[in-house]
């Protein structure tokens, strides 16, 4: 397994790609190609979906195969999860919110955490657990960048991934606001791409949102 110990804290994170690729994987056999395509494009981290029952196991193909990619584990929603996460060597976690048991779990982990907020209190909350970049979800349907754009007065140090209901054409108004590093989407591995294992549609997608969202 290689070297698990996470060499970026969550806002760091944030700061690695203009989007994350949120991807929901049910074949081993494509997880490190799908690694690899991403990376070829350009984007250089993956949050991989505790959605599937091979979840853990294409994330652990991934870590091994393809490690110059940065691997994060998503929908993470209890303390089972942290750990299964950290023994296939996840290098960052992603909630789509917070429990207590859930912050304590990832304290004791060691890892890069972005919690899942969509209000004003659970923001505070996650700053109060010393959590500075949070994921913002669900985005669209939650309030969208004028929601964030009104947060940035009373939470100027909170950073955000907003992720939910963002494609390429909406993704700008985001990364456009001061507070936000990245977004987090599903559109450079749509479903039908990877059904197909179609790793040229996939290097292509990422390659032109990185030049799009980069883009001033």
């Known amino acids: 397994m290689p070297e698990r110990t996470p060499v ?27 690694a690899r395509a991403l990376a070829a494009g350009g984007v250089g981290v993956v949050e991989l979906t505790l959605r599937t029952p091979s979840a853990l196991e294409c994330a652990r193909r991934i870590r091994e195969e393809v490690p110059e990619v940065v691997l994060g584990l998503g929908t993470v929603l209890t303390p089972a999860d942290v750990d299964a996460a950290r ?5 960052f976690l992603v909630s789509p919110g917070a429990t207590p048991a859930l912050y304590e779990a990832v304290a004791g982990s060691g890892l890069p955490f972005l919690p899942g907020t969509a209000t004003l209190s659970e923001v505070l909350t996650a700053l109060e657990h010393g959590h500075r970049a949070v994921k913002f979800f669900p985005a669209e349907q939650s309030g969208g960048p004028e929601l964030l754009a009104a947060w940035a007065a009373p939470v100027p140090h909170a950073r955000f991934c907003p992720t939910g209901g963002i494609g390429p054409e909406s993704a700008r108004r985001y990364l456009d606001l001061p507070t936000v590093g990245c977004v987090g989407g599903s559109w450079l591995t749509p479903r039908d791409a990877v059904l197909a294992h179609d790793t040229t ?3 292509q997608l990422a390659r032109d949102a990185v030049t799009r969202l980069r883009t001033p």
């Open 8 to 34: 970026l804290d969550g806002a760091g994170i944030l700061d690695l790609s203009p989007v994350v690729p949120v991807v929901v994987l049910d074949d081993p056999e494509f997880a490190a190609p799908l």
């Open 87 to 91: 023994a296939v060597g996840a290098q």
């Open 201 to 203: 549609r996939i290097t």
